[in-house]
């Protein structure tokens, strides 16, 4: 490949990409690129690294240092692998590592890369065996004790990109100066050791697929937030879900099985993994065009409540038909926030009698403050992160060793985390507290959005709260 019209710096970067690339992943992409001569895109595609962000590493597949590829991924995982060995030194061996990985091109790939590189060095790796949802990773660190994990995920972005998510031993996502220390650990170690061929770590006596044991107690900590005495198949309302094409339909109907729930309408086009997202180009459930099949499914099957996963599951859409006008209520994602916020603790006060003030519930500066004015309320405490699920992961930890028990966290960007087992968003737990929500509801005849504008008015006079049995109108 010609790389000599390119600056010298770059074009050093460009051969050793080449070179220490021995999957050829790419290469023919990169041969295009150079015959066009673009010094602009290559120097965009090579001429730094991907860094630690709000969501880990996460970029377009394509060749490159700043793009998510084989090479990209190896040299992560080194980089990782030598940094948690300086600081949990050989127990990194017997405690392992968690690895899951969503339904994109080369995300198998690049979990199995992962754990070839933590394998060589005889660490104990806890390897799913198919797609899952992140927060199992969040799960599995804690469940098995793990030093930490890797979810290989982009979440809701388009086709092209992927990610890299990085948990610590707490079982929430890295911040600093943990990031910065592995993004320093992979720059020492950026030639790859020989791990290109994957094949041979399944007879690696070092490798555990823990999916089965892991949802089975996944399963046993959904128990043990429902709400009790609530005959949740005594119900007229029918649940339309879509997973948007990734990771979340088997889970979800095997939660919602062992929670005795009645079986959800699935949106069929969008049932299984796709990494091409035919239906939805872009799919994120945030937006309300991404919902239409959805919205065909349910209405086709007079269900009236809507529940949607991203990719990877961690978040959560709803939406509710409307009792009096046409069409639907897609609810905000401050919105479902406060309906699970209110939830969680009346849930809470259900089950223990009364709060206290060492409860916790936590929002993100981008949030709305409405956590805020019920903690006031209640007598709990309030906590404000800096923006993104690791910081609100992070704290809750303190707040736990500290002595407190965090029931709940929300950020706008529909996310939630429903307790502190899971130390991330949950699209999964959540789905089955905002279904659960709904059916409490129907027994009182109300609906979702009835109930939001009840918790807003319970906001401005917090004796309303008896008065939630009563029959109201939809806004």
């Known amino acids: 490949m010609d790389t000599s019209f390119l600056p010298e710096y770059l074009e050093l970067l460009v051969k050793n990409w080449l ?7 790419y290469a023919v992409e990169l041969a295009e690129i150079l ?30 240092f700043k793009r998510m590829n084989d090479l990209v991924v190896v040299q992560s995982a080194q980089g990782l692998l030598y940094y948690m060995f300086s600081v949990f030194g050989d127990s990194l061996k017997t405690s392992g590592i968690i690895i899951g990985y969503d339904g994109r091109y080369n995300s198998r790939r690049f979990a199995e890369l992962t754990s070839k590189v933590f394998l060589k060095h005889s660490v104990k790796v806890y390897l799913m065996n198919e797609v899952c949802p992140t927060p199992f990773v969040a799960f599995g660190i804690k469940l098995y004790k793990c030093c930490g994990g890797v979810m290989v995920t982009a979440s809701h972005n388009p086709k092209n990109d992927n990610g890299y998510k990085v948990f610590w031993k707490n079982g929430a996502q890295i911040i600093s100066p943990i990031d910065k220390n592995i993004e320093k650990s992979i720059t020492e170690h950026l030639e790859p050791e ?24 996944y399963n046993n900590y959904i128990d043990k937030m429902l709400f009790p005495n609530l005959d949740k198949k005594k119900t007229d309302i029918i649940f339309t879900y879509t997973p948007m094409h990734g990771v979340g339909y088997p889970y979800i109907k095997d939660v919602f099985e062992n929670a005795k729930f009645n079986p959800v309408v699935v949106v069929e086009e969008q049932k299984d993994p796709n990494p091409e997202f035919p239906t939805v180009p872009f799919p994120n459930p945030e937006e309300g065009s991404a919902l239409k099949l959805a919205m065909e499914t349910a209405n086709n099957n007079h269900s009236r409540i809507i529940l949607a996963n991203d990719p990877d599951a961690d978040r959560l859409a709803v939406a509710e038909r409307r009792m009096k006008k046409k069409g ?6 401050n919105e479902v926030g406060a309906l699970l916020g209110w939830w969680l603790i009346h849930s809470y006060k259900t089950l223990h009698g009364k709060t206290h003030p060492k409860l916790v519930i936590m929002s993100s500066t981008v949030s709305s403050a409405i956590l805020k004015s019920m903690a006031e309320i209640e007598g709990i405490r309030f906590e404000e992160t800096l923006t993104g699920f690791k910081w ?35 699209g999964i737990s959540a789905a089955v507290k905002i279904s659960e929500l709904a ?15 009840f918790v807003y008015e319970l906001i401005q006079n917090p004796f309303l709260e008896d008065n939630i049995q009563s029959n109201r109108s939809e806004t």
């Open 328 to 333: 639907w209520k897609i609810f905000t994602g």
């Open 392 to 426: 609100m992961g992070n704290r809750a930890e303190q707040l736990s060793a500290e002595g407190y028990t965090v029931i709940y966290a929300f950020e706008e960007s529909i996310g939630y985390m429903c307790s502190s087992e899971v130390l991330d968003k949950d």
């Open 35 to 64: 015959v066009q001569k673009n010094v602009d895109k290559i120097k965009d595609m090579f001429d730094g690294r991907l860094s630690f962000g709000t969501a880990g590493l996460r970029a377009e597949m394509s060749p490159g």
């Open 19 to 25: 070179s220490w690339n021995q999957s050829k992943q």
């Open 439 to 453: 059916i409490y509801l129907e027994s009182i005849n109300n609906t979702l959005s009835s109930a939001l504008k």
């Open 194 to 217: 020989d791990i290109w061929n994957t094949e041979d770590i399944y007879n690696n006596k070092l490798l555990i697929n823990p999916l089965i044991d892991l949802l089975k107690h």
